[in-house]
């Protein structure tokens, strides 16, 4: 063995090292994709949850009132219809009493 032959421990050293940096930022990336794709599918489900509840509160108020509700603000207070308007914008535009009011549910992006 040659005495001045330390270039082989410090090749291996720094391929190691390399490596593990490799390995940490592949892990943050794949964690990062994860959280987004989590994210994503939790507000297609609140927006679906949403959906309904207006279906369901404007079907109810037609059934127990005999007239579709006049605002989004009457289910909100005869119904209790909540939902965060942070996140959500309901288009609430009745169409009559006894027509079916249009619906239309956007994301708000920050």
């Known amino acids: 063995m040659n005495r001045f032959e330390k270039n082989s421990f410090l090749k291996t050293y ?8 490799l390995l940490i ?3 943050l990336v794949l964690f ?3 959280l987004n794709s989590i994210s994503i ?3 297609d489900n609140q927006r679906e949850s949403l959906e309904n509840a207006l279906n369901r509160d404007i079907i109810q108020c037609y059934v127990l009132e ?3 509700p006049p605002s989004l603000d009457y289910l909100k207070s005869h119904y209790g219809l909540t939902y965060d308007e ?3 914008f309901v288009d609430y ?3 009559g009493a006894n027509l079916l009011p249009d619906i239309t549910i956007l994301e708000v992006h920050e």
Not at 14 to 21: D, T
């Open 14 to 21: 720094r391929f190691r090292l390399i490596i593990s940096g």
């Open 25 to 27: 930022v592949a892990f």
């Open 32 to 34: 990062h994709l994860s």
């Open 41 to 43: 599918s939790t507000r």
């Open 66 to 68: 005999g007239t579709y």
């Open 86 to 88: 942070d996140v959500f």
């Open 93 to 95: 535009t009745p169409r």
